[in-house]
């Protein structure tokens, strides 16, 4: 089983990593030889060494992911499976240890994080999807999982998080048909965000990322974090993990007076409330009607 790529983006082949908004959002794009981004073993190891490197980065507020082309993935690459590149069982048991690692990095990170569905997002591809935060996807993009028409099933995500996503009998009916299902369908049952017109998807993403940038980065960790671990847990555990995060709220974002987190802003959120000073209107001019309707 190959090795990882180093973490240097110059060393990367067949994945980019683009900073932009002065360093605060990070575009991971993987652009392989193949058609339709099969995400082959060294693709994907690429794709991990590319989220650590942006998990390192303290600057990074959001991150992007994309297939290059107008495509996202078309899955693992089952050639190479057929081919015998994932090795022997236990080595194919270490590559889809070494993938949920991937897709739970990504999961964890603390930045926000969104997936931009275009083309076909299959198996491995949709699994990428399911780990992030906020996924738009194009009207014209086709998603499901067909693993089981090459005798396949899902390794890092493809059942576990999409039956927490969209419940149990819609899990079994895009596993157990194989089914291409369109966007609306997908928005329609949670998987994404928002599906948009292909040529403005573009737009879309930038005033997402506009709208998110101006917030208190501090509240947005904070916030991820705990509606993360909380669904997995009994009512009363989250109610008090909840509770003690809003503890972390006010030690850390309410009183200007303390050691600070620089981006927590300490004191401004409420101060911009009670004031409605220019930073609560901008945060609101840019989030107020966004996805609403």
Known sequence: IPTLKPTNVDAYREVSLARSHDGRVATITWNPPKRLNPLSVWLTDELVAAVEEVHADEQLHMVVFRGAGGYFSAGDDLTEIHEGMWGDPNQT?????????????????????VA??????????????????????????????PEVDSAMTPGWGGTTRMIRLIGRRRTKEINLIGALQ?????????????AVPDDQIDAELEQLIDAMLVKNQQALRQLKFTMNKNPDADMTTALAFEAYSELATAAINWRPDTQQIPDAEPGKGLEAFT?????????????IDLWSA
């Open 93 to 113: 048991m270490r590559r889809i240890r070494f993938y949920q690692r991937f897709a739970n990095t990504i999961e964890d990170l603390d930045k926000i994080t």
């Open 116 to 145: 931009v569905a275009e083309g076909f997002v299959l198996g491995g591809g949709l699994e990428i999807t399911m780990a992030c935060d906020l996924a738009i996807i194009a009207d014209s993009c086709r998603w499901g999982m």
């Open 182 to 194: 369109s966007a609306q369908r997908g928005v329609d049952w949670g998987l994404f965000n928002r």
């Open 275 to 287: 004031t409605k000073n220019e930073l609560w209107q901008e945060r609101r001019k840019r989030a």
